[in-house]
Nanobody, 121 residues
Framework: QVQLVESGGGLVQPGGSLRLSCAAS????????MGWYRQAPGKQRELVAA???????NYADSVKGRFTISRDNAKSTVYLQMNSLKPEDTAVYYC???????????????WGKGTLVTVSS
């Protein structure tokens, strides 16, 4: 059973920084795209940033220039460095990965349980 385990959320003041991590556990053949989504109270889940296996990145306009997504394929881990945080960045952040397992050799999307980021003074 593939699991995505997020860490790094918490409370930070406006203008501060946080680094989120998401590690994929269990038996994995390969990981294609990985990404971070977020969902604020009363809003739909939205894409924050995504990264392909070859490290091509894509960002939501609202975070461009402030957030950086990266990955370590050897560790099956994706990171999200968040700088210059704003109150409107407050949300539950979810990790997503498109993973191929040796059980089926089919690619499937997996989600983490989410980590709360609160930006407040």
């Amino acid at each position: 059973q593939v699991q995505l385990v997020e860490s790094g959320g918490g409370l930070v003041q406006p203008g501060g920084s946080l680094r989120l991590s998401c590690a994929a556990s269990a038996n994995i053949f390969s990981i294609n795209a990985m990404g971070w989504y977020r969902q604020a109270p009363g809003k739909q889940r939205e894409l924050v940033a995504a990264i392909t296996r070859s490290s091509t990145t894509n960002y939501a306009d609202s975070v461009k220039g402030r957030f950086t997504i990266s990955r370590d394929n050897a560790k099956s881990t994706v990171y999200l460095q968040m700088n210059s945080l704003k109150p409107e960045d407050t949300a539950v952040y979810y990790c997503n990965a498109n993973i191929v397992t040796p059980k089926t050799y089919n690619a499937m999307d997996y989600w983490g349980k989410g980590t709360l980021v609160t930006v407040s003074s």
